[in-house]
């Protein structure tokens, strides 16, 4: 893989991600894990709801053509405890 300068660069190998109840920031597949939203909705969810706009947090830097997106766990529970309350 070829980065913007043209210099050849390593791909950053795919991790497990365990997370728990203390989990604070997780990527897509630990949202997966804790609250069964796959990536689609997840994805929609961050650009329809105001609640979750500021939940995500991209680490890629500029010389890097893609980046690793985490999400912020309390906001995604807050924002589905808030759904469960208003249901009730």
């Not at 365990?18 to 997780?26: G, K, R």
């Amino acid at each position: 893989m070829k980065n913007t300068n043209g210099k050849q660069q390593k791909a950053r190998p795919s991790s497990h991600v365990t997370v728990s109840t203390a989990t604070e920031w997780t990527d897509q597949s630990g949202i997966l894990e804790l609250f069964g939203l796959r990536r689609p909705t997840l994805y929609h969810l961050c650009k329809t709801e105001p609640q979750l706009r500021g939940a995500t947090i991209s680490l890629k830097s500029k010389s890097e053509l893609r980046g690793k997106r985490l999400f912020h766990v309390g906001k995604f529970r807050a924002f589905l405890k808030s759904k469960q309350v208003a249901q009730s």
